[in-house]
């Protein structure tokens, strides 16, 4: 299953093992620099732990979509935790 955002992009399936697995794909192509790429990855992960219990089953990756700027990393981290509620829902 796929779902878009403005920012994000989430394919989750059902886990095949008993616990679900995360990923991040930040590509250098949206964030030239190491340091935004990692400090988005930080804020993406405190949302995949903050929803944690309820995405136990399934495998989800999150992807950058596009190049945004630093004053908006906190919107991909807003868009991350309403995608991950719309996975449970």
């Known amino acids: ?22 990923g991040i794909v930040i590509g250098s192509k949206a964030l030239s620099r190491a340091v935004d790429r ?12 903050n ?13 950058l979509r596009k190049a945004t700027p630093r004053a908006e990393f906190h919107l991909i981290a807003d868009e991350a935790a309403e995608l991950l509620s719309a996975l449970t829902a």
């Open 1 to 22: 299953r796929r779902r878009e955002g403005r920012f994000l992009q989430m394919i989750s399936t059902v886990a095949a093992r008993d616990c679900g697995r995360a």
């Open 51 to 63: 929803a944690r219990p309820a995405i136990e089953g399934y495998d989800v990756v999150l992807g």
């Open 38 to 49: 990692n400090r988005v990855r930080r804020m993406l992960r405190v949302r995949l732990a």
